[in-house]
């Protein structure tokens, strides 16, 4: 099994009209783009990313659950491989 290797961190700019608040997000630019197919849309390749600004209008509350499920889901296959004796490997190996 290969590891990803290090994938650049993406900031997403929440804002949330109705409470008045804004709040920044940040995530591995490959599990954005693998987990909220959405943003595959707008980023192709992850030098996409650099100089990109992402704001995303809507309930902070609900994005924050949705950031937080993607990170869960991912961690959770990571540790499911783990559990099945798979080995990490580097990409570049």
């Known amino acids: 099994l290969r590891a990803a290797q290090q994938s650049t961190v993406v900031t997403i700019h929440v804002v949330d009209r109705p409470r008045q608040v804004q709040r920044d997000f940040f995530c591995p630019c490959k599990?954005?783009?693998?987990?909220?197919?959405?943003f595959k849309t707008f980023i192709k390749h992850e030098a996409d990313v650099q100089g990109l600004d992402i704001s995303v209008h809507c309930d902070v509350e609900i994005f924050s659950w949705l950031m937080s499920y993607v990170k869960a889901t991912c961690l959770t296959r990571l540790q499911s491989c783990l559990d099945q004796g798979h080995e990490l490997v580097p990409e570049d190996h």
Not at 31 to 38: I, K, N, S
């Open 31 to 38: 599990l954005l783009v693998t987990e909220m197919t959405y």
